[in-house]
């Protein structure tokens, strides 16, 4: 039996003990966002460092930070071997509207091969498919053949407040040669994927100010300006006819998109159907001249997330409201700045206000894009294990969300970031009734563990990239 061949049958008869470890993690509502719960982050950061033990790595520590814990393990082989990060979440998303869920939500069951939870699938089983990557590979050959650090974030889902300080504070401990995230998924079950870039984000507040105070609409309509009307307009000229971005210079960094990328991303088996089906829209629209899957991905946008101003109870009344406002993002792509780009939108609304208002701009969040080359020995590496176990090769994708926290990883540790994750379309993480499917996460381990491997023998030399440096985003 080839070595690989027993790693996969020690990896197959560990698959009952996988699953219950999953369920016992699961029962613990480690939801960040609710404050309620914060002892139950706590208790998730504890049962992780006790999992990271048992699967073998030789520290396991809770981080404090200024808000939930997070874990930090590893198990250093021999320095003269890659050194790999993994990065995940051990945090979950609330559960409302919990009347949709066809069983509680961390209640975990298994049925049909899917297990149904809260966090089962974003993100607990990512993390335990790593450690459960280590025992294999630690019960049949003793050794692993990288060394392995893993970082636990207990705040993903809240936005992530405290992981650029906690990095910061650890970077010495967390440094390696590569970066795997495990917090995103693939096309299909039978469409592997592993994505290469997230776009950046920016994020404001905009506010157009009036009168003083709200005003009778018969005494003084018609003789001042209108906020609500005004913020309008300003929204309205956001975007041309053809639905690219109005605000000059902001193209101006957008890296060119080669034919050949343009290529690669048709070929991509992205099913536009059952996109426009999950958006429940009767049409696809967005800047002309790309297609659906590149407005997406790999161009920018502008978008209110929200707007509000003037009376808005029942039946009628009459007046010119003092005040109007909107909350507006951007998601960046290479070689975007958040910062520049903050200085252009800014710019130009107060260039666009009307007499009669004032207009003033909040700066609320900033993320950097990341961008992995493609042709990295990484992901080059990482692709060729996928392929192995799901008989076709991954298609290496760019994602239209942004990751704040790789963005943090790629930036302050220089490092190039693999996203690797086996979460499907329909795993309805974030959503009520979660699940994961308990083939992926078992053909995940087989994936982990040919990783390692490929990643141990290239060696540090051949894992940096031979030409082109990995791409962070621009320093926030
Ligand atoms: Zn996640």
């Known amino acids: 039996m080839s070595r690989q061949a027993e790693l996969d049958q020690a990896a197959h008869e560990r698959r009952d003990q996988l699953v219950s470890a999953l369920i016992d993690w699961v029962r613990i509502p480690s939801i960040s966002g609710v404050p309620a719960h914060a002892a139950d982050v706590r208790r998730s950061a504890q049962h992780l460092r006790d999992r990271a033990c048992e699967a073998g790595m030789t520290r396991a520590e809770v981080w404090e930070t200024a808000g939930h814990p997070a874990v930090f393990a590893e198990r250093i082989e021999d320095p003269q071997l890659p050194t790999v990060l ?26 049909g091969g899917e297990l149904q939870g809260r966090g089962a699938a974003d993100d607990k089983q990512h993390l335990l498919m790593h450690l459960e990557a280590v025992a294999t590979l630690l019960q049949v050959e003793g050794r692993l053949p990288i060394n392995l650090k893993l970082i636990a974030e207990g705040e993903e889902e809240s936005g992530s407040p405290n992981f650029e300080a906690l990095v910061r504070a650890h970077r010495e401990e967390l440094a390696a040669d590569v970066v795997v995230i495990s917090d995103t998924g693939m096309l299909g079950p039978e469409e592997p994927a592993l994505t290469i870039g997230l776009r950046g984000l920016a994020y404001w507040e905009v506010r157009v100010l009036g009168p003083a105070a709200d005003l009778h609409s018969g005494v003084f309509g018609g003789a001042v300006a209108n906020p609500v009307a005004a913020l309008c307009r300003l929204l309205a000229g956001l975007h041309d006819p053809q639905g690219r971005v109005a605000v000059p210079g902001f193209y101006d960094a957008v890296r060119p998109v080669s034919p050949g990328e343009r290529a690669a991303m048709a070929a991509i088996p992205f099913d536009l159907a059952g996109f426009q089906a999950a958006a429940g829209v009767p049409a696809l629209t967005g800047e002309a001249g790309w297609t659906p899957y590149e407005r997406r991905s790999v161009r920018p946008t502008l978008d209110p997330c929200g707007i509000w101003g003037g009376y808005q109870g029942a039946g009628p009344k009459t007046i010119i409201p003092a005040r109007a406002g909107a909350k507006l993002s951007c998601r960046l792509v290479p070689d975007q700045d958040p910062a520049t780009i903050t200085r252009l939108v800014r710019e130009h609304l107060l260039r666009a206000a009307e007499p009669g208002v004032v207009v003033e701009v909040d700066d609320l969040q900033h993320g950097a894009w990341v961008l992995t080359d493609p042709d990295h020995p990484a992901v080059r590496e990482a692709a060729l294990a996928v392929a192995e176990v799901w008989g076709r090769s991954p298609a290496l994708i760019r994602e239209g969300g942004s990751i704040p926290p790789v963005a943090t990883l790629a930036a302050e540790l220089q490092a190039p970031c693999v996203l690797f994750g086996v979460i499907l379309p329909d795993d309805r993480i974030h959503a009520p009734n979660e699940r994961l499917v308990l083939e992926q996460l078992f053909r995940g381990v087989r994936a982990t563990t040919r990783i390692w491997h490929r990643y141990g023998a290239l060696g540090r030399a051949g894992l940096s990239a031979p030409a082109a440096p990995p791409a962070p985003g621009p320093p926030r």
């Not at 559960?95 to 069951?109: I, K, N, R, T």
């Open 86 to 111: 993994v990065y995940g979440h051990h945090d979950v998303q609330p559960v409302d509207p919990l009347a949709e869920w066809h069983s509680p939500p961390f209640e975990p069951a298994v049925s």
